[in-house]
């Protein structure tokens, strides 16, 4: 059997899908409000932050052509360049020493603020050194005069040269440990523009030539740095107490510094450039979910009005199903349920005359054919039994004509019943034993019969006046030997009862056994065709008498009724009908 489905009011399967739609619709709208507010925020941050890139660059490019300029003077001097090469004696480079390259190197001092470290290596070491401790982190301006064999062994050195790098900014000796950035190039004798006289290295503290970006602040997390564009190593960062959350999401905005391979980044969380985004997606999320809210209880307060006025018109309807053509539904009104609830009154009205002027006809005509159908039994069985009364009373056989009229007393007395047509199976049985036991006295105990009922049936309801036609029907045409065993069955499938009239008589012919299933054959008194019609009346097609016989085999009679309990009346012992009759 198929699994009952839950009912879902009508009404419900209308709201809920409304309400999905709504859901739907304001998920999407959110989801589009944020994603294009985090999409406007994130470019907007980005045009604010190259804004504040265009000043930051301009203060630091200063600050580094600053340097610059120092070194193109030096670079560009004729005066250096007459000292480097002359070819004096050590008395005499000793005063140009002292009187001309020194002053040289301190003048560019004056000229800038920041605290700057002036070395220039020489190749000539008949020049003097002038230096101070270079170890010293650099606080102030200073000038120093070096040899260029204390660097050209260095690593660093070394490193220049393979790269043929010149006039370039880079980390180099002791820049590390101090925090410097320094500008290294190669001074070249002007005589022939290719022989190298010596190395100009400017130093410079990173705090001086990146002091503005110690003004960029935006957000509490993000991260401003200078970054190596070759090595993606980083130079410099204002404020180490902010580092980089692997688990975070930035958003990154560089700016190169021109003339340098640096670029200034600064990293902002997104958390950050979001956070009015996320404002506003939880205003709008309240506001979804406050407008989802409301339009769910106004759903569901429809929806209930809906089904409150569907319920009384399905409770209307289901007493019309009843039988109660009376109701009439009262819905106020000018909508739908107003329109429903005039037309199943004007149906209801229909209905209930056409009952009264067709169906009842229908029962009546019908109850007239089982009672004409029934009328048929009574005069067939009480003829034959009064002849045979006859027949013995004038062969003298005074005890045989007693024990007749009681049988044929006690057999109407069981058929008439009062004058119902419904009877318990046992008094049915009960009525066949009186039929068989006439029966006996009139063929001298030439046959056998047997009942074997389950007792659970006894008490069904059948109609009366089945079963004693096939007993009769077997004694007058199945006789083929000196005796004739008759056997009565009855069992439960289901909802419906098989009854089955068996004999070991003669059988029938195949083709009258067709023709008496599909109505065809003519059979005279109260035979098959009156208790199948009796049964098909009463309770309707898939009920009724089926005939099954192997010509020499005998006949099995099967008759189809429904279960019905219980039965009101009175009902027999059901040892008196199991017990064998011999």
């Known amino acids: 059997m198929r699994a009952s489905r839950a009912y879902v009011p009508f009404s419900y399967k209308i709201t809920i899908p409304y309400l999905l739609i709504m ?91 920041s605290n700057i470290r002036i070395m220039l290596y020489v190749k000539n070491e008949s020049f003097q050194e002038y230096f101070k401790n270079l170890k010293l982190p650099l606080h102030e301006k200073s000038y120093n005069l070096l040899y260029a064999s204390r660097i050209e062994q260095q690593p660093w050195f070394r490193q220049l040269e393979a790269g043929k790098q010149d006039n370039s900014w880079l980390q180099i000796d002791t820049d590390y440990e101090q925090g410097n950035l320094s500008l290294f190039r190669k001074l070249i004798s002007f005589n022939d523009y290719q022989t190298e006289v010596g190395y100009l290295r400017i130093s410079a503290r990173l705090d001086d030539l990146f002091q503005s970006l110690n003004t960029v602040k935006v957000g509490d997390e993000s991260i401003v740095q200078v970054r190596e564009q070759t090595t993606g190593d980083i130079l410099y960062q204002p404020d180490t107490r902010v580092k980089k959350q692997k688990d975070e999401a930035y958003l990154t905005v560089a700016q190169e510094i021109p003339g340098t391979p640096y670029a200034i980044e600064i990293l902002v969380p997104k958390q950050y ?8 997606r939880n205003v709008t999320l309240t506001v979804c979910i406050a407008s989802f809210l409301t339009m769910l209880l106004l759903g569901l307060m429809v929806a209930k009005l809906y089904n409150r006025k569907m319920q009384k018109i399905i409770s209307y309807v289901r007493s019309f199903r009843s039988g109660e053509f009376g109701k009439r539904i009262h819905i106020p009104g000018q909508d739908e349920f107003a329109q429903i609830s005039l037309a199943f009154n004007q149906a209801a009205s ?86 068989i036991n006439i029966q006996k006295i009139k063929y001298s105990d030439r046959f056998d019969t047997q009942m074997e009922v389950e007792a659970g049936l006894l008490g069904c309801e059948v109609t ?28 439960r499938e289901l909802n419906r009862i098989l009854l089955f009239v068996i004999d070991n008589g003669i059988g029938i012919h195949r083709e009258q056994v067709r023709a008496i299933n599909d109505g065809r054959a003519v059979t005279s008194g109260c035979g098959i065709r009156n208790v199948h019609d009796r049964i098909s009346l009463k309770y309707g097609e898939g009920y009724g008498v089926r005939v099954f016989s192997i010509y020499g085999g005998g006949t099995t009679v099967q008759l189809t009724l429904p279960y019905e309990l219980p039965y009101t009346g009175t009902p027999i012992e059901p040892n008196r009908i199991q017990e064998a009759e011999q």
């Open 23 to 113: 859901l739907l619709t304001e998920i999407f709208i959110g989801v589009y409000t944020y994603t294009r507010l985090s999409e406007s925020s994130s470019v907007l941050t980005g045009m604010n932050m190259k804004m504040t890139f265009q000043q930051l660059t301009n203060n630091i490019s200063y600050q580094f052509q600053d340097t610059q300029q120092i070194s193109d003077t030096l670079f560009q001097s004729t005066e250096i360049q007459k000292v480097l090469n002359s070819e004096a004696g050590p008395f005499e480079i000793y005063q140009l020493t002292r009187d001309q390259l020194l002053p040289l190197l301190a003048a560019p001092l004056q000229s800038t603020r």
């Open 273 to 280: 450039y979001l956070r009015d985004a996320h404002n506003i």
């Open 350 to 435: 229909d209905m209930d005359n056409l009952i009264r002027t067709v169906y009842l006809q229908k029962i009546h005509v019908k109850e007239a054919e089982l009672q004409a159908l029934q009328y048929q039994i009574n005069p067939h069985f009480l003829y034959n039994t009064l002849s045979s009364i006859n027949s013995l009373a004038n062969m003298g056989q005074t005890e045989k004509v007693s024990r007749m009229v009681t049988g044929l007393t006690k057999f109407y007395r069981l058929t008439l019943n009062d004058g119902r047509n419904m009877i318990p199976l046992a008094s049915e049985l009960e009525q066949v034993r009186s039929y």
């Open 464 to 491: 009366k006046l089945i079963l004693q036609p096939f007993v009769e029907n077997a004694l007058k045409h199945a006789w083929c030997h000196d005796r004739l065993s008759i056997r009565i069955v009855g069992r």
